[in-house]
C-alpha cells in the first residue's frame, strides 16, 4: 500500500472501530461488526466468522470502510461485492445484530471448486 493510501487507511481506523462478539461460549463463531459507518449515511457491517478467518474478516471490514469514507461507496441489501479476489464473492444483506439494531451482513457466497467441481 502507498505511503498516501497508508495514512487514509490509519485515518479509516481512528474513526472506525471493529468489535468481536463471540455468538455463545460453546460456539466458535465471532460476530465482527463496525461501529463509526453510520456517520457516512451507511449501516455498520458486519460479518460472522471463526477464530481461523477473524484476522482476515476484519481486514475486510477495514478495506470496505476505507471504501466507504476515502471513496464515498455505499452498499445496500442484495449488492453483490467481488472487487477483491483474496476476500472471494460475497452479498450484503439486511440483518439485526445483538442489540437489535439494523446492520448490513457480508455473507460469502459458495464458490465452486475448480479441480473438483463441489
Known amino acids: 500500500m502507498a505511503e498516501k493510501d497508508e495514512a487514509k487507511m ?7 472501530r471493529l468489535d ?3 455468538d ?19 449501516l455498520e457491517l458486519m460479518v460472522v466468522t471463526n477464530t ?14 476505507y471504501n466507504v469514507i476515502i471513496n464515498g461507496e455505499r452498499f445496500k441489501d442484495g449488492e453483490n461485492c467481488d ?3 483474496e476476500f472471494g464473492i460475497f452479498t450484503f444483506q439486511m440483518a439485526k445484530d445483538k442489540a ?12 465452486t471448486c475448480e479441480i473438483c467441481g463441489h
Open 10 to 16: 490509519q485515518q479509516v481506523m481512528k474513526e472506525v
Open 20 to 22: 468481536g462478539v463471540i
Open 24 to 42: 455463545d461460549e460453546t460456539s466458535a463463531a465471532i460476530e465482527l461488526h463496525t461501529h463509526g459507518l453510520n456517520r457516512y449515511g451507511q
Open 52 to 65: 481461523l478467518f477473524y484476522q482476515a474478516a476484519g481486514r475486510l471490514l477495514n478495506q470496505l470502510a
Open 83 to 85: 472487487y477483491r479476489p
Open 100 to 111: 437489535g439494531g439494523e446492520v448490513l451482513r457480508i455473507v460469502p457466497r459458495q464458490l
